[in-house]
């Protein structure tokens, strides 16, 4: 499955810098390892999306009680 995403452009930049290993979000969507994550950069004050993107494998996903 492919998944779109919004990203910061600090937590962007970081995932594309691999200095950001993992994302943390709420589980609001479907997602299993192997699933393809497309980290889309969000332009805050454009309020836009800006044309990076960035593609990664789901190699783990954690659940947890809410």
């Known amino acids: 499955m492919r998944i779109e ?3 910061w452009p600090d937590l962007f930049e970081r995932a594309l810098s691999g200095k950001k290993k993992f994302d943390l ?3 609001d969507f479907d997602c299993s390892p192997g699933d393809t994550l497309l980290l889309k950069e969000w332009g805050p004050r454009k309020k836009s999306y800006t044309r990076r993107v960035l593609e990664k494998k789901v190699a783990f996903v954690m659940n947890t009680k809410t």
Request: proline residues 0%; aromatic residues 0%; without cysteine.
């Open 25 to 27: 979000r709420l589980a």
């Open 5 to 7: 995403k919004k990203s």
